[in-house]
């Protein structure tokens, strides 16, 4: 009740720019970016649009990895997403190849596979900076498989690896790195005396630049869907914006071509070497 304006009967959070060292949007008094999905599933029924309008969720595809592929320029990354490929399973069938000597194909790595499954927590591991002991347990597996895992990514994308050592020795040189769009997060603690603060830091080098593009290409679509006069000629309106995603209050009557129009302006605001969705 607290959080209620009296002005508008509704709960308006306020969002700041620079509190997150990614750059991403945090939200607070009330933070709205962070409603459990699924321990209480009542929390999600309070959010509701007034009627004659729905709520419309638009987010990014895989916004993370495809980042990754573009500034990596990694060969088997690029032909997954330039042909249409199941990115997770296509990684996985080169990962697990190489862990078990023995050819896996991405068939073996469908979805609802441990493998694709793993992939995906692999992939997020190495671009969130996870330790070795972190990806172990998430994966519940023993430390030493845990590094065999991150050996055999590295070395059957060498694309990722040799942009991952560029960028570590670009950080140590200037304290800082640059996201796609030239936002800088400073790193000073690369210098740091003691292994354990530079080892954490040079892990952190690879998630700055992915998330912190991540965080500028939110941005860049949310202007883009800001400026749209036929968007805003049909009454949308943008309420929320939650990581990878926008969220908006949209009138019912207009919403499948409010939402046709709302795809194009937010892939429209950036250009990659991969496809986007």
């Known amino acids: 009740g607290d959080y209620i304006q009296k002005k508008t009967g509704k709960v308006h959070t306020s969002f700041n720019q620079v509190s997150a060292r990614?750059?991403?949007?945090?939200?607070?008094?009330?933070?709205?970016?962070?409603?459990?999905?699924?321990?209480?599933?009542?929390?999600?029924?309070?959010?509701?649009?007034?009627?004659?309008?729905?709520?419309?969720?638009?987010d990014f595809s895989q916004i993370e990895p495809r980042i990754l592929a573009h500034v990596s320029q990694d060969p088997v990354m690029l032909e997954a997403y330039r042909k249409g490929l199941d990115i997770y399973s296509t990684m996985a069938a080169e990962v697990y190849s190489e862990i078990?000597?023995?050819?896996?194909?991405?068939?073996?790595?469908?979805?609802?596979?441990?493998?694709?499954?793993?992939?995906?927590?692999?992939?997020?591991?190495?671009?969130?900076?996870?330790?070795?002991?972190?990806l172990a347990k998430k994966l519940r597996i023993e430390e030493h498989q845990a590094q065999d895992i991150i050996d055999s990514f590295y070395s059957r994308f060498k694309g990722v690896a040799k942009y991952?050592?560029?960028?570590?020795r670009f950080c140590r040189s200037e304290g800082y790195v640059e996201t796609l769009y030239g936002r800088k997060r400073r790193l000073p603690d690369i210098w740091s005396d003691q292994y354990w603060i530079r080892s954490r830091t040079e892990r952190q080098v690879l998630n700055s630049v992915i998330q912190g593009t991540a965080a500028d290409i939110m941005k860049l679509a949310m202007l883009e869907l800001g400026r749209d006069q036929q968007i805003y000629d049909l009454g949308v309106r943008m309420l929320l914006t939650v990581h990878d995603e926008i969220d908006s209050k949209v009138p019912l009557n207009v919403a499948i071509e409010a939402s046709k129009l709302m795809v194009e302006a937010m892939l429209r605001s950036w250009k990659l070497s991969v496809p986007i969705k």
């Open 22 to 58: 990614t750059g991403r949007f945090s939200s607070n008094n009330p933070n709205l970016q962070n409603i459990p999905a699924r321990t209480d599933k009542r929390i999600r029924t309070m959010f509701m649009v007034e009627p004659g309008y729905v709520l419309v969720a638009n």
């Open 100 to 134: 078990e000597g023995r050819t896996i194909t991405p068939e073996d790595c469908g979805d609802g596979t441990a493998y694709r499954t793993n992939m995906k927590t692999i992939l997020l591991g190495i671009m969130y900076n996870m330790s070795r002991k972190g």
């Open 164 to 168: 991952e050592r560029e960028l570590k």
